[in-house]
């Protein structure tokens, strides 16, 4: 009889058969995440006995996942109400005939299942690939910062330590010091006693009590040495326990400003930057606009004021000059004429009268142009001070359009090593992707190879099926076999889903750190390339991971 095939219900008691003796219940199969076939390849496994009943090959079809099982008709054939227990939740049926009686279409369907199974594989390995590359990329730079680091505290124990030899120094230097004081300390006491011995030889009666005196001032002396010692050792002690503090409260006072000032430095940089280009671009514009409607309105007034007052000047001294030569005329002539002017007196004392008027209007007129002259000379001032303001104004812009170049110049220097790095990250992936390749393609041997093998060991197992017969005992040995298996795979399996959650989860953190840190530089964020990791995987999300999952192995 051929094998049928039944659906398998999820992880629960399996129904007694009602021809067999009770055997133990089957122990749950998780989807594992590898690539495989739906039908289980027992042909190794199988005694030459002979086969007492028929099979059913079940498997269940996950997303992308095709366990094996074999178990007893029966068993798939009990009661629903044993079938509906803690595990009835729907099960899946992939495959409706075993793969004997399976068609060539249905067998290509399972091959380009199996295929896309495997491209999907492919794909994920590449991303793993390209994530352990740049993971590798950040250990190296994390290195190189922690090398700083230690070459920064080297030194600082080199500082402590030669602090520590000018320390040495100066105790050496007092006590050379304190053994020059007992030294002349003793050649005192010496010559003191050479003294002594003189004077006591010359009149011992008399410098009796001198003698006296001389050693209680010695025996004092010797008090005030040893009490003097006793205060510098401890001077010294208290000097060497101060030094110690002050060296630790100095190194973790270095450490926390260190950090504190690189943090505040860094923050009053970018906004200090930001700040500065946001006004400098208001100022400069503001500045330019006054600049030429102060300019404009200036020479405007001062070009028509001045043309004003010139043809205004011009006109007057005209005049005046024609008055006084024709007055010089009217002189010359009243003086030829100053005998024939005696007598024609009354006449011209009339026309005197008569120019009084004229005279008056004459002296007016002088005294108005008098107060335009002094208007004048104050809009010339004014004129002066203006173009004064306007050459500290363009000495102003210049250093401003200065300030400009440097600007541009250290921004055109910031784009050109942007270009220089993202020109390596583009090498960088597309030597990965060739590496890539040249393994896809291996693998895609491989696996022609497999395909082939499979087929192979299909026809073999159906030939084993139809020719064999097993006893119930032997079933059970051969199903608990490939139950110990197929457990040992799943186990594996959890552990590899699990790094793949971890990997993914720091796949996901290094991109979101990537993109602040080029947001805080200022760089675009369209020609980055990668996408957060997103697959599903039953009862997770890659990426995130089950229950806060932190993408540091523990």
Not at 41 to 70: K, N, Q, W
Not at 125 to 149: A, G, H, M, V
Not at 311 to 324: G, S
Not at 460 to 479: G, K, Q, R, Y
Request: hydrophobic share 35%.
């Amino acid at each position: 009889m051929s094998p049928r095939l039944f659906p398998v219900s999820p992880p629960g008691p399996r129904p007694v058969p009602s021809r067999s003796p009770p055997r133990p219940p089957p122990v749950s199969l998780a989807p594992p995440p590898l690539p495989g076939r739906s039908v289980a390849l027992l042909g190794a496994c199988l005694p030459a006995a002979p086969l007492s009943r028929d099979f059913t090959i079940l498997s269940r079809d996950l997303p992308g996942r095709c366990p094996e099982t074999v178990v007893p008709p029966a068993a798939a054939m009990a009661p629903k109400k044993k079938a509906k227990g803690k595990g009835g939740k729907g099960p899946a049926v992939v495959d409706a005939s075993a793969p004997e009686n399976m068609s060539r279409e249905q067998l290509l369907e399972h091959t380009v299942r199996l295929r896309e199974e495997l491209d999907r594989e492919r794909q994920e390995r590449n991303s793993f690939q390209l994530e352990c590359n740049r993971i590798q990329s950040y250990w190296e730079i994390t290195r190189r910062e922690l090398e700083e680091k230690k070459a920064e505290l080297q030194n600082r124990d080199r500082e402590m330590e030669e602090a520590e030899e000018r320390h040495q120094v100066e105790i050496k230097v007092y006590k050379q010091k304190v053994k020059h004081l007992l030294h002349e300390q003793q050649e005192n006491l010496t010559e003191l006693k050479a003294e002594g011995v003189l004077s006591l030889r010359r009149a011992q009666k008399d410098h009796w009590d001198q003698e006296q005196e001389l050693w209680k001032e010695k025996r004092s002396l010797n008090i005030k040495l040893k009490e003097q010692e006793l205060a510098n050792e401890a001077a010294i002690t208290n000097l060497c326990l101060k030094h110690e503090e002050e060296m630790a409260r100095l190194r973790s006072n270095f450490e926390m400003q260190t950090k504190e000032m690189e943090a505040k430095y860094t923050r009053k940089m970018q906004a200090l930057r930001d700040e500065m280009d946001l006004r400098r671009k208001t100022e400069l514009h503001e500045l330019e606009e006054r600049k030429n409607t102060q300019i404009s309105e200036l020479m405007g007034n001062h070009e028509g004021a001045f043309g004003a007052i010139k043809n205004y000047y011009n006109d007057i001294t005209a005049k005046n000059l024609t008055l006084i030569n024709l007055l010089k005329e009217q002189v010359e002539d009243l003086k030829k004429k100053e005998t024939v002017l005696e007598k024609e007196k009354a006449e011209v004392l009339l026309q005197n009268k008569e120019l009084t008027g004229p005279l008056q209007e004459t002296q007016e007129l002088v005294a108005e142009l008098q107060k335009k002259l002094v208007h004048y000379h104050r809009d010339k001032e004014a004129l002066m001070n203006s173009k004064a303001h306007l050459k500290i104004t363009q000495k102003e812009l210049k250093d401003l359009q200065w300030e400009h170049e440097v600007l541009e110049q250290r921004f055109s220097k910031v784009q050109a090593e942007r270009d220089e790095l993202y020109q390596k990250f583009t090498r960088a992936i597309n030597e990965v992707q060739q590496k890539t390749g040249f393994k896809n393609l291996l693998l895609e041997r491989k696996l022609h190879g497999l395909l082939s093998l499979l087929e192979q060991k299909e026809v073999e197992l159906s030939e084993v099926f139809a020719a064999s017969n097993l006893s119930p005992s032997a079933l059970s040995l051969v199903s608990h076999k490939l139950e110990d298996v197929l457990n040992s795979k799943n186990a594996t399996i959890q552990d590899l889903q699990l790094q793949l959650a971890r990997v993914c989860k720091a796949h996901n953190d290094m991109l979101q750190t990537f993109e602040a840190k080029l947001i805080a530089l200022g760089i675009p964020l369209d020609n980055l390339g990668f996408q957060p990791l997103s697959f599903p995987v039953p009862g997770q999300e890659l990426g995130q991971g089950p229950a806060g999952l932190v993408a540091v192995p523990t």
